[in-house]
């Protein structure tokens, strides 16, 4: 059977405090699959609810790095309910307040790739890279851009006001390809400037208290980067090749209830 380009994984979060005392019904069965009220449930991954961060990197997102240097396009999505960790995962977080071990996979995934692309040396090209990032929110049926100039803080769970950040059209060019108008794309050079505006635009991002958790993101974010490689050789100033590729990190908002 041919592999498919879409693998899905599922984490199991540890107890929260206030769950302690209760007991687990879940039950791992193997890499791939768990028991759960005497029926069994198949994924291409079942993590386990004391998998360090580290390693789950190493597991879902590093692998992909090769794909995105050779100029695919990647995306990873977290999904759940609402205080299952998602945003904990991706790391769509203040990277500032985390410390090392509790980095997500955005932030190791940025760190990986500057290391990979400033160390790839090679006697016969030269190759130079360009990268930006966007980081956008979709709240209802509005698309808000997180580190545009008129992005302000909205810490309230309430829809931004149309006087500080304009909702911007999704569009479709005649090729069929869906972009988002007025986005802000910014340059970055080392992985700092880009978990900078990673931190930023959380902040903006819009967050509220709900009966399972107490900063819920009510608002899917969308973290993208753009990478542009030009790969010259040294044997002829006309052999150019340039390569693009597109890496897209969505945080989906959780529900609160199963239905």
């Known amino acids: 059977m041919a592999s498919s380009s879409v693998k899905v994984g599922l984490r ?10 209760q007991t687990t019904t879940i039950n791992v069965a193997d890499e791939s699959s768990l028991a759960f009220k005497g029926q069994t449930f198949t994924y291409d991954h079942v993590f386990p609810s004391d998998l360090s961060q580290n390693d789950l990197y190493t597991q879902t997102a590093a692998p992909m790095l090769k794909g995105f240097l050779e100029g695919y396009n990647v995306t990873i999505m977290a999904y759940g309910q609402t205080g299952s960790g998602k945003t904990f995962t991706m ?8 410390s090392s071990e509790n980095l997500g996979l955005i932030p190791r995934f ?11 040396v090679s006697e016969n090209e030269k190759t130079s890279f360009k990268m930006k990032v966007s980081f956008l929110e979709i709240y209802g049926e509005d ?7 008129n992005s302000t803080s909205r810490q ?33 050079y080392d992985a700092d400037s ?17 009966a399972m958790n ?5 608002s899917h974010a969308v973290f993208t980067v753009f990478l542009e490689q030009t790969v010259q050789s040294t044997a002829s100033e006309d ?18 209830r199963i239905k």
């Open 110 to 120: 940025v760190a990986d790739l500057f290391e990979n692309l400033e160390g790839s």
């Open 214 to 218: 107490a900063g819920s993101s009510r």
């Open 12 to 21: 199991i979060r540890p107890l929260l405090s206030k769950e302690r005392g």
């Open 143 to 149: 698309v808000y851009d997180l580190i545009g100039v």
């Open 91 to 98: 790391g769509t977080t203040d990277v500032s307040e985390q």
């Open 239 to 256: 052999d150019i090749h340039v390569m693009t590729s597109k890496l897209t990190f969505v945080d989906l908002a959780g529900s609160e």
């Open 156 to 188: 309230t769970g309430e829809a931004p006001s149309k006087s500080n950040n304009t909702s911007l059209p999704v569009r479709e060019d005649e090729s069929g390809r869906v972009f988002v108008q007025g986005q802000n794309e910014v340059d970055v």
């Open 194 to 210: 880009t978990l900078q505006l990673l931190s930023t635009g959380t902040g903006n991002r819009i967050t509220a208290s709900t």
